[in-house]
Structure formats: C-alpha cells, structure tokens
C-alpha cells in the first residue's frame, strides 16, 4: 500500500500538478504535527476562497482594476507557491502578467483556468490524503525522481 | 546560562507574515530547528509585540530584548517589511537584532535597498528548510546572541 502511495505522489509530480515546495511540506512533518501537510493544504484550500471571492468580483467590474486584481494574485500565487501547486502558480503567474499589460480577456480566460487547476489538485489531494491516512505514518519523505 | 560553546538553546524569533499559510510555514521551519517563534501578521502588531510603538523606547514589555532575530516578508499593506526594518534600526533597543527580509520576488533594488538599510539577509520565498538552517547557523548561534 506504501507503494500505491508513492505512486500516487510520483504522479502527481510527473503530470505537473505538484512541485518540490510540496516535499519541503512533507519533511516537516513530524511526531509534533503528524498531518502537517494535509492541515496546511486544508488551511490553503479555506484560506484562498475569500480571495477566490474576490479576484471574481473585482473581474465582474468595469473598467478592471488591474492592481486590485495584481494584488489579489500576488497574495494567491504566494500561498499557492508556498504549498506546491505548480499548475496553479503557473496560471497566476499569467494573470499578473495579463494584468501587467492590461490584458483584461487574457485575465479572465486565465482566471477560468486557474479555478479548474485549483479544483483538480484539491480533488487530487483529497484522494492522496486519504489514502495516506489508511496507510499510516511513513518514516520521512521520499523525494520524487 | 553558563556561557556554553555552540548554539543557543532556543533563540526566538519574530517572523512577520501577512500571508497565513507562510506565517504558519516559517513558523514551523524555525520550530523545527529549535527556534521559539512569535508570529505578527503586519509589521504594527511587530513593533507592538516590541513595545517599539510611537517611538516610545522605555517598552511596556520585555519582549524586546528576548528576540534574537526578525524575519519578515517585504510586500505587506501598511508598512512594507523595508518600512518595518528601519523603525527596527531606528530603535536603540533592537538596532542591533539581526532583520532578514524575505520576499516571493527578486527584485535587485528591493534587495540592495534592504541590505542597505541594515538588513542581513534577503531570501526567497518559499523558504527551504536548508535557508533556515543557514540562518540559524549565521545568526543565532551563541557568539553572536547577546545574553537575555
């Protein structure tokens, strides 16, 4: 089962949605906080809808407000970036840049598929944490090839 | 303390965050090599929590000369980390805590105008757990912690 798990992660590594942040997660995980990694990405996930929120409705206005919206994003590819979620930082990091040239379709198309790679990865996670809870504390994070 | 050889016990340190997730990741970083941490969320409650307010130097609390280092991030609303760093060098009590800034950008200037300021280290977000073993090797082993 511990291999299924590596797996699982491996995957999740190779397809992109993750990236070395998300190990840096996984070796402080200790005896003091055994679900370190599944309470942050939580925290991540509860944290983040209020600024989901609000990147949604400053793109409801018109004209935009392209450093509101910059400054929505900064926060959210930074919290996005501190936890792993390669996908996502990626698409934020497009935004900022459609925002720098006062792109305002490009954000919008852009904020469309950030919401998809956010939900994926959580679905993902979810699984991935799952499973990792059934198959128990494992000694130290493996790195990923 | 009997002025051991080797590294304080438990040096404590400000980290000042306005993002969540990073203020609970530095946290855990420095916990994790035996730092005792505080966290502020803006650089306000930082100088609150030093007692370092309206410039008032005779602070309402000790909590100032506890702190062996600062670590803050430099994008904030209200007072940016830089604006944070020269309140810190402004005060005679905590002038000369080591302050590393960090931030999710490299930008040159930012960098140069910190270290100028005083700043002794600028790093890159998202923190690794091998940059704060550095800092915990550099700043806060007991030749350079003053004694509480």
Request: hydrophobic letters at 35%.
């Amino acid at each position: 089962m511990q291999r299924q798990l590596a797996t699982m992660k491996q995957s999740l590594f190779d397809q992109g949605y993750l990236d070395e942040q998300f190990v840096q997660l996984e070796e402080l995980q200790d005896e003091v906080n055994p679900n370190f990694v599944e309470e942050v990405v939580t925290l991540y996930y509860r944290d983040s809808v209020r600024l989901v929120q609000n990147l949604e409705q400053a793109l409801e206005k018109n004209p935009l407000d392209f450093s509101k919206l910059d400054s929505y994003m900064h926060q959210f590819k930074g919290s996005s970036s501190s936890i792993g979620a390669k996908k996502v930082k990626i698409e934020c990091t497009q935004f900022r840049e459609y925002c720098r040239t006062g792109n305002g379709e490009g954000c919008k198309r852009t904020f469309q598929q950030l919401k998809k790679e956010y939900a994926t990865l959580k679905k993902k996670l979810e699984v991935y944490f799952q499973f990792a809870r059934q198959v128990g504390p494992v000694e130290k994070a493996r790195r990923p090839k | 303390m009997d002025g051991a050889v080797g590294f304080v016990e438990e040096p404590h340190v400000l980290a000042v965050d306005d993002n969540l997730i990073d203020r609970i990741l530095v946290e855990k970083l420095l916990k994790n090599s035996s730092c005792k941490v505080t966290t502020a969320e803006n650089g306000q409650r930082a100088l609150e929590y030093l007692g370092l307010v309206e410039n008032n130097q005779t602070s309402s609390n000790d909590n100032a000369s506890k702190v062996n280092m600062i670590i803050t991030d430099y994008c904030m609303p209200g007072m940016t980390g830089y604006e944070l760093l020269k309140k810190i060098k402004e005060s005679s009590v905590m002038k000369d805590v080591p302050v590393v800034i960090m931030s999710s950008e490299n930008v040159p200037t930012r960098i140069n105008k910190c270290l100028e300021e005083g700043a002794e280290m600028f790093m890159l977000k998202p923190l690794k757990f091998s940059d704060v073993k550095k800092l915990r090797c550099q700043f806060l082993c007991s030749s350079t912690v003053r004694a509480s």
